[in-house]
């Protein structure tokens, strides 16, 4: 079984509820399949940016690839890491 951290678990339930598709990609599912720890953590989703930013409010979106980065916050209130959720790509 893999896990990933209860914060990324709740970014995919909540795109899930809010009705869309999620998967995690990348380095960190390779990591995740090895055993390793990922150096960090994104997401794909049928979800349009805009959409995304609805979800989240505290997501970030300025770049032409779809991507909307979502800081992890700390008990402090500081951010800990940025996920991205990237769109659906076709190339």
Do not use: H, Q, W
């Amino acid at each position: 079984m893999i896990n990933i951290p209860n914060n990324l678990n709740t970014i995919s339930l909540t795109l899930k509820r809010a009705g869309f598709e999620v998967f995690l990609v990348g380095g960190c599912v390779r990591d995740l399949l090895r055993g390793a720890i990922p150096k960090d953590y994104d997401f794909t989703t049928n979800a349009r940016p805009e959409a995304i930013l609805k979800v989240f409010p505290d997501a970030k979106y300025k770049n032409d690839f779809g991507t909307v980065m979502y800081p992890i916050k700390n008990a402090k209130g500081e951010t800990e890491e940025i996920v991205e959720i990237t769109t659906y790509r076709s190339e």
